[in-house]
């Protein structure tokens, strides 16, 4: 949908995978190794979309050949892959999005003037949710019958995690298994902590505590149902809430907390403001309230967001969602992961960079 932008060549382990591209695109090129891609001068940037564990192995050679980067959320895996992903674009010269689309959303300058002391006062909480009622959060895939050991290069997939012998559970549905997913924190948590990250301009958290349970998907490690409170340097406490058993929330319905005032940012493509005391905002209220609340809309911002990733390549201006953002984000996400797995509140250590 963006304008003067060709794709020329794409990457995929899986030659099942391969084939659906280029029934769409016919002329495009295909490969199992990525390698031939960043070998080929001729193409300005890749688009890196793999599994979470494989972000690493895919953005630090693409920086080295001097390719923009449009990288997928979460940028990193680990911090371990964070601070080698963060060495490689350091001084690169290279533009790099990171694929949080929800920032490109037309709310975000009207939230910015919300945040003001006139307006919100002092900002304690964000309350965020995340919520669907599908069995394995819609994530489940079907396993095509060519999705075999002669098809799908095994080795490749699994990087630098544990390795096992070839499973097409694991490749088809890694979403599903910790050696390559941080599950529904790395899915979609990210994005409304990047939202706030960028609105507001905080840092990693101090601390993260993540509790959950999976109640409703057997064959996922990941949890269905989890609740994650940050504790930012900022003297914000930023909860998040998401399961997959009930859609009350919609995929997405944040609350900024503020002593003069909140700010709603819900699935319902509608930002709104109501000053202290006002708790709702419906159609009725919007027609007969003499003060009503300020609102505006936001809607899925791909394209937006995509565009002006390709703007920034031509003018080579920092794009609206840069590395740093997606790298404080991931640390929260990985500090929430590192809290459930290890049964504890986690901190972080500013100095070894390191989850303590």
Known sequence: RCQNIEAVAVADVYTGRLDEIKAFVPQIKTTQDQRRVLDDQSINAVLIATPQHQHVLNFVPAIESGKDVYQEKTVAFNPDHARRMRKAYEGSGRVVQI?????????????REYVTPEKIGVITAINAHHYRNAPYGGWMRKIPADCDAQHVDWDA??????????DPQRYRNWRFFWDYSGGNVFENMVHQVGYWYKVLSLQIPESVTM?????????????????????????????????????????GHDLLLGTKGTVTHPESDL???LPQGQKTAGPE??????????????????DKHMQDFFDCMRSRKEPICPFEIGYRSAIACQMAVASYRQGRTVKWDPQREEIV
């Open 211 to 251: 509790t959950g349970a999976n109640y409703l998907a057997p064959q996922m490690q990941v949890p269905d149902t989890m609740n994650v409170t940050m504790h930012q340097p900022e003297k914000i406490i930023f909860n998040w809430n998401s399961m997959f058993g009930n859609d009350y929330y919609g995929e």
């Open 271 to 273: 930002v709104r403001y």
């Open 157 to 166: 997939f699994q990087g630098e995690a544990q390795k096992y012998s070839f």
């Open 285 to 302: 209220e919007r027609a007969s309230s003499g003060n009503p609340p300020d609102i505006v809309g936001y809607s899925d911002a791909t």
């Open 99 to 111: 694929g949080m689309q929800m920032i490109s959303g037309a709310g975000l300058d009207k939230v």
